[in-house]
């Protein structure tokens, strides 16, 4: 029992439905029923599967040829043997005595990374002063924020500071 919702919330039921028109032929230029049954005058002449079987009989629609997807496989040429080269033992050994002297080389001229220098803190820096004092400044938008000034010059008119 299929059954379907449309977009209205209606549910259809396909299977009532098929068998609600069975006998009913169906609007077209072929004359079958809701199952496609072969159909004249409400009398079934040939079943859907006897139809499609008779289709599928006559016509020829699968290749049987067998195609590889990879396409023409390459022939090789020349023999396949498992023989490995004898190891040559003598050269194989310089060449391990060379690489390890190179590798130990390597190592005496590394020298360690520097220690780095310490970063301060988020709004600070270690190079700075510390102020003699604050002074408020108005912004644009009306806002008054806390500056900071560091020389008697930079000091708010009326405020002296001597240490």
């Given amino acids: 029992m299929v059954q379907k ?3 209205n919330g209606q549910i259809i039921d396909f299977d009532a439905l ?3 028109g069975e006998k009913e032929q169906a609007i077209g ?3 079958v029923n809701a199952k496609g049954d072969v159909v004249d005058s409400g009398i079934v002449i040939k079943s859907n599967e006897e139809r499609v079987r008779e289709y599928y009989q006559d016509t020829e629609t699968v290749s049987k040829d067998k195609v590889s997807l990879k396409g023409d496989t390459p ?3 020349g023999s396949l043997s498992k023989t490995d080269p004898a190891p040559k033992t003598a050269e194989t050994q310089k060449e391990n ?3 390890q002297q190179a590798q130990e080389e390597a190592k005496a001229q590394l020298q360690p990374d520097p220690e780095p220098e310490p970063e301060a803190p988020l709004g600070e820096s ?3 002063d510390k102020p003699l ?3 408020e400044v108005e912004q644009p938008n009306g806002d008054i924020e806390m500056v900071p000034y560091y020389t008697q010059e930079e000091a708010p008119d009326g405020e002296t500071k001597s240490d």
């Fill in 5 to 7: 919702r449309t977009r």
């Fill in 18 to 20: 098929i068998a609600k």
């Fill in 29 to 31: 230029n072929m004359k």
């Fill in 75 to 77: 022939e090789v040429s």
């Fill in 97 to 99: 005595i060379r690489t």
């Fill in 126 to 128: 270690f190079d700075e």
């Fill in 133 to 135: 004092g604050y002074k």
